[in-house]
């Protein structure tokens, strides 16, 4: 993966995200899919714009399909890029990030590996089941030596979290 771009205090590769976000995200909705992500990477003529979409069940080659085309059309009327990019639609990934509470809404009940702020217990990066979303953080179990004891993490003690691809 390429460098993000950055200019000024949020950065053209933000900005650019953020408005390829609000042309996806209607496209999404109508052919039954959930916009997970936006990412933009690299600079001028080598940017690469990358679209995660997801749904229940896992998305299909024509899903991707459908949105690179409707997205690339929606791009060319748009023209929030200056310059020639990279357009990438995909799935996530098994071991997706979870970036916004409807990601862990979504993660509820696997197994989620989180990198922590502060080490819990010794550890800095900890993996257990998902079991609610709330307010305060995550409700965990398998934190502590009993698998069955659940654990509420604070969101401001989660530093990044993946689903852990469970084989």
Same mark, same amino acid.
């Given at each position: 993966?390429?460098?993000?771009?950055?200019?000024?205090?949020?950065?053209?590769?933000?900005?650019?995200?953020?408005?390829?976000?609000?042309?996806?995200?209607?496209?999404?909705?109508?052919? #039954?899919?959930?916009?997970?992500?936006?990412?933009?990477?690299?600079?001028?003529?080598?940017?690469?714009?990358?679209?995660?979409?997801?749904?229940?069940?896992?998305?299909?080659?024509?899903?991707?399909?459908?949105?690179?085309?409707?997205?690339?059309? #929606?791009?060319?009327?748009?023209?929030?890029?200056?310059?020639?990019?990279?357009?990438?639609?995909?799935?996530?990934?098994?071991?997706?990030?979870?970036?916004?509470?409807?990601?862990?809404?979504?993660?509820?009940?696997?197994?989620?590996?989180?990198?922590?702020?502060?080490?819990?217990?010794?550890?800095?990066?900890?993996? #257990?089941?998902?079991?609610?979303?709330?307010?305060?953080?995550?409700?965990? #179990?398998?934190?502590?030596?009993?698998?069955?004891?659940?654990?509420?993490?604070?969101?401001?003690?989660?530093?990044?979290?993946?689903?852990?691809?469970?084989?």
């Amino acid at each position: 993966m390429g460098e993000p771009l950055r200019t000024g205090v949020f950065g053209e590769a933000a900005r650019v995200a953020e408005r390829v976000r609000t042309i996806v995200a209607p496209i999404a909705r109508a052919l #039954a899919l959930d916009l997970v992500d936006v990412e933009c990477a690299g600079q001028g003529g080598r940017t690469v714009v990358r679209v995660f979409i997801d749904k229940p069940g896992g998305v299909t080659l024509q899903d991707c399909e459908q949105v690179h085309q409707s997205l690339g059309r #929606a791009l060319d009327v748009e023209d929030p890029i200056p310059h020639a990019y990279t357009l990438e639609v995909s799935s996530p990934g098994l071991d997706r990030p979870l970036k916004r509470r409807e990601d862990y809404q979504r993660a509820v009940g696997k197994l989620v590996n989180l990198k922590l702020r502060q080490p819990w217990n010794g550890q800095w990066r900890v993996v #257990a089941s998902l079991l609610a979303v709330g307010d305060g953080g995550v409700t965990m #179990a398998g934190l502590a030596q009993d698998p069955e004891q659940t654990t509420l993490v604070p969101w401001d003690m989660i530093g990044e979290a993946r689903l852990e691809a469970e084989w």
